[in-house]
């Protein structure tokens, strides 16, 4: 009898150990469907950039842009990218786990004018619910950086007043 206990304990054990890692693999799997789902947006954003630059520049209202269909250029969407080929016309609207994405086109420096210097923000619609209070939280950051390559970036605790990565910094909300 005794024997028996502690198989079904190990058996038990096992069970609980081995559900924690399917569950850790597909968060993972998610984050990185997330991240890969985000770069092609910010790819878009770089090419919306690239072929518009001389009118970003030089922009001075939100309708710049209408004639091309874009209601602000400031805040071009997905429908609209997706409307001018610079994502496929598939390209789904949210992302892994009803994701959604905002991209903010901002400008530096003399504005308007040829010295004005325009970069792209892709960022989520909405906060990861309580993504640095917990373990799985801190887990699903980490995943989401180490899949964007560099490219991504986040708001961390103690430093909630910047967006930032490896590779950028912005001041949040982005302005």
């Known amino acids: 009898m005794l024997e028996l206990t502690v198989a079904l304990l190990v058996a038990t054990l096992l069970a609980v150990w ?20 985000m770069s092609s947006i910010r790819l878009a954003a770089f090419a919306y950039l690239d072929r518009h630059k ?16 874009y209601a602000d250029w400031a805040r071009p969407r997905l429908a609209e990218l997706k409307a001018a080929g610079l994502l496929s016309a598939g390209f789904p609207e ?11 086109i901002m400008r530096s420096g003399p504005c308007p004018g040829n010295e004005c210097r325009v970069e792209a923000l892709v960022h989520s619609s909405r906060a ?3 993504a640095m209070a917990s373990s799985s939280g ?20 103690g430093r909630s007043h910047q967006i930032g990565g490896a590779a950028f910094q912005f001041p949040n909300p982005p302005v």
Do not use: C, F, K, Y
Request: hydrophobic letters at 55%; glycine letters at 14%.
């Open 128 to 130: 990861l619910p309580d």
């Open 138 to 157: 801190v887990q699903l950051v980490a995943q989401w950086l180490l899949a964007a390559q560099g490219q991504g970036g986040a708001v961390l605790r």
């Open 54 to 69: 001389a009118v970003l520049r030089a922009a001075s209202g939100a309708a710049e842009l209408a004639h091309l269909g």
């Open 94 to 104: 949210s992302g892994v786990r009803g994701l959604g994405a905002t991209i903010r």
């Open 18 to 37: 081995g559900a924690g890692q399917v569950a850790n693999r597909i968060n993972d799997a998610a984050a990185q469907a997330a991240a890969v789902w």
